[in-house]
């Protein structure tokens, strides 16, 4: 059972963020939607590696997937359902990708994962019957109860409420006997079938999940932006979502959404820092190595990402009560 305290906080903080997509320009509802697509793809990668472990360097893969299946089934007139079909895309996608995880774990699964992404990427440019190779898949608008969508506005507001769905749904299964068990194997698989946990059906259970979270996140991505690519889809954005998952924290929920925010606003926040001083080309060039460096800084400083920082900045700490630094600190339970 999920505490009714964090879902409400969760449908108020949508609530708003729906108000606020419907109050903005075309431009600010395009970083919002932009960011809770971001967020959606997060948490679909935090199952896999702050739950259960696994280093997964394929999720650009299955975002691939998922946005050129939404995209074919929402050409094909499947309107609204094209979601759920390209998660289930996702889901297929994951479970193939999953399946060395069966047998790996660690550094071994995270190489075997870089095969995986780039033969998907080999897929996405020559199965051009399907893809339509280097050109791209063009894809019409999304449409609801037969009206296209057509603005950034409408896909924030979709957006918003599909992470919503994500994050409840990903607040309860953290709290089933399913989610507690990938919290242990993934600090000791032999403990895990020790005590009775099938570690293989566990495994496949996430990828599975996580792949169709993933696949509606890629979906999204493809109707918004119109189109479906392969080169949007290569290493470097797998490579973002791993620095989201470990720059908001390891296994925490809404370190997720945190982590997906800054990745995913850090660039314009460094562009229009860099227009306000005049030095917007040097900036640029600094973007990406910007990445890397706050990656490495988390990594040595704050191994729990920002959602622990956060946590020690609860006031009650000051006033005596509990805080980040006492022996229960802010934990993914405490938060969901």
């Not at 499947?78 to 069966?102: D, E, K, N, Q, R």
């Not at 190595?289 to 000051?318: C, H, N, Q, T, Y």
Request: charged fraction near 10%; charge should be positive; hydrophobic fraction near 55%.
């Amino acid at each position: 059972m999920v505490p009714a305290r964090p879902v409400v906080i969760a449908l108020v903080a949508s609530a708003l963020a729906i108000a606020l997509a419907l109050s903005l320009g075309r431009f600010g509802a395009y970083l919002l939607h932009a960011t809770a697509i971001a967020a959606i793809g997060a948490l679909s990668l935090n199952l896999i590696t702050g739950w259960c472990g696994q280093i997964n360097f394929a999720q650009a893969a299955l975002l691939g997937v998922g946005a050129y299946a939404g995209g074919l089934a929402g050409n094909a007139g499947w309107g609204l359902a094209a979601l759920p079909a390209a998660g289930l895309a996702g889901t297929v996608a994951a479970v193939l990708i999953g399946l060395p995880a069966l047998r790996l774990r660690g550094l071994y699964f995270g190489i075997a994962s870089l095969a995986a992404q780039a033969i998907f990427e080999y897929l996405f440019k020559f199965a051009e019957p399907i893809t339509k190779g280097v050109s791209g898949l063009l894809i019409k608008p999304l449409t609801l109860l037969g009206r296209p969508i057509l603005t950034d506005q409408g896909y924030a507001v979709l957006a918003i409420v599909v992470l919503l769905l994500t994050y409840l749904v990903m607040m309860w299964l953290r709290r089933t006997d399913l989610g507690r068990a990938f919290l242990v194997i993934r600090e000791n698989e032999v403990v895990a079938k020790g005590m009775g946990i099938n570690v293989q059906r566990a495994k496949i259970l996430a990828f599975a999940i996580s792949g169709f979270f993933a696949g509606l996140a890629g979906a999204l991505i493809g109707f918004t932006v119109r189109l479906a690519h392969p080169e949007a889809f290569g290493m470097g954005l797998s490579v973002d979502y791993v620095a989201m998952v470990i720059i908001g924290g390891l296994g925490s929920l809404p370190g997720a959404l945190l982590g997906a925010g800054f990745i995913t606003l850090l660039p314009e926040a460094i562009q229009r820092l860099g227009e306000m001083f005049h030095v917007a080309d040097l900036l640029s060039a600094l973007r990406e190595m910007a990445f890397g460096l706050l990656v490495i800084v988390f990594l040595i400083f704050e191994p729990k990402g920002l959602s622990a920082l956060i946590g020690r900045l609860d006031p009650r700490r000051w006033l005596g009560g509990r805080s980040a630094d006492t022996p229960q600190p802010v934990t993914t339970q405490d938060l969901t």
